[in-house]
């Protein structure tokens, strides 16, 4: 059975950082394109960031140059890590994977595993 885990959400000020893990099981990781979503309260879900089977990424114009993916597939592990955090960046987050194809990054299409999310608020 595939599943996704994620964790290291929490509430940070402005500012701060978070590095969030999405651990997977029932499947090899390094076989999948990985991304990272988050959604707001009363909003939709966004396509935050991607990572392909390959290492190549893509980055929402809202996080680039303060958010970095990485995989770890020795350890089938995935991470997004969060700087320069701002309150609009507060969401769930979620990981998401698929096999590798061509539209899943960027197209944040065709995600078909997904973790149950991680809570990141920014405030003060």
């Known amino acids: 059975q595939l599943q996704l885990v994620e964790s290291g959400g929490g509430l940070v000020q402005p500012g701060g950082s978070l590095r969030l893990s999405c651990a997977a099981s029932?499947?090899?990781?390094?076989?999948?394109?990985i991304a990272w979503f988050r959604q707001a309260p009363g909003k939709e879900r966004e396509g935050v960031s991607c990572?392909?089977?390959?290492?190549?990424?893509h980055y929402a114009d809202s996080v680039k140059g303060r958010f970095t993916i990485s995989r770890d597939n020795a350890k089938n592990m995935a991470y997004l890590q969060l700087n320069s955090l701002k309150p609009e960046d507060t969401a769930v987050y979620y990981c998401?994977?698929?096999?590798?194809?061509?539209?899943?990054?960027?197209?944040?299409?065709?995600?078909?595993?997904w973790g149950q999310g991680t809570q990141v608020t920014v405030s003060s």
């Open positions: 998401a994977a698929t096999r590798a194809g061509a539209y899943s990054c960027p197209g944040y299409v065709g995600f078909g595993s």
């Open positions: 029932g499947f090899t990781l390094q076989y999948y394109d």
């Open positions: 990572i392909r089977t390959t290492g190549s990424t």
